[in-house]
């Protein structure tokens, strides 16, 4: 669920400034994670397994029990018995701590080789399209595996799409950021209001309709923005955390799009307060 934070204890300033107190953070999640799991960061057999039981439907038996039988003709064998056995625990993990996971794990996927890595990838793909729809955590699980995996093993990134300009696309990444984080239009509007006042203070901007900013679009907005000077994507950041903090509080969704907006910029990100139950 949501979990408190301040800006206070997260300041605006330290976006895009890793320091100590980030890596201190980073190793008390570590710590956070069962013990089991933790291993899942340096095996490569475990590390396909746990996306896997990442990407099983958690509500929906029927899509799962589809999902597991696909898995079993095509993925590794040992993969698999490893998926069975990890995966309970993987239930049991709060949302919160998914995404800081697969982070962890993306070097040892990079140990492939270019065949396993070709079968991972599909069958990451496979396991997304079993329910016909993309939910935000898949959607940043599988951006976030992409952006640094294809690269590594030699595919080519998608070309950069023409869009209408930097203050429309951050406008994009904050009506999706509020939408996911606030309750009710007024604390949605204030909240998206925060964020650009932060990123073009001086500027006439719209306020897109939440329709409009589907997860294509903000993808879009997305890779324009990795092109970007380092101070322009400094400002997104702290937009966007402005936008978040607007009511005091993390949402996981909200945590899942920050972790992949910086991730997609490549700006660390301030430590984030998240939940370690579920």
Do not use: W
């Not at 993390?250 to 490549?266: F, K, M, N, P």
Request: hydrophobic fraction near 40%; include cysteine.
């Amino acid at each position: 669920g949501p979990v408190q934070g301040s800006p206070g204890r997260l300041r605006l300033e330290d976006a895009g400034q890793p320091g100590a107190a980030h890596l201190a953070r980073a190793r008390d999640l570590l710590q956070q994670l069962p013990a089991d799991l933790r291993e899942c960061a340096h095996d490569p057999y475990l590390a396909r397994a746990t996306v896997y039981a990442l990407l099983l439907s958690p509500k929906d038996r029927k899509v799962r029990s589809q999902q597991l039988q696909l898995l079993e003709k095509k993925a590794d064998p040992k993969v698999f018995r490893e998926l069975l056995e990890i995966h309970p625990d993987l239930e049991q993990l709060a949302p919160g701590l998914r995404l800081p996971l697969v982070e962890m794990i993306v070097p040892t996927l990079r140990q492939l080789s270019q065949a396993q890595y070709r079968d991972f990838r599909a069958n990451v793909n496979m396991l997304i399209k079993a329910d016909h729809k993309v939910s935000l955590f898949e959607y940043a699980m599988h951006r976030m595996l992409l952006h640094h995996l294809d690269h590594a093993f030699g595919l080519q990134a998608p070309a950069v799409p023409e869009g209408k300009g930097e203050v429309a696309d951050a406008a994009c990444l904050l009506t999706m950021l509020a939408e996911v984080g606030q309750i009710g239009e007024g604390m949605r509007n204030e909240a998206f209001r925060r964020g650009m006042q932060l990123f073009a203070p001086d500027q006439i901007y719209r306020h897109p309709d939440a329709r409009e900013c589907t997860l294509r679009a903000f993808d879009e907005a997305l890779r324009r923005f990795a092109t970007a000077d380092p101070d322009l994507k400094r400002r997104l950041l702290s937009a966007c955390l402005a936008t978040v903090f607007t009511n005091e509080r993390v949402s996981d969704g909200e945590s899942d799009l920050l972790r992949v907006i910086a991730d997609a910029i490549g700006v660390p990100l301030p430590p984030l307060p998240v939940a370690t139950h579920g």
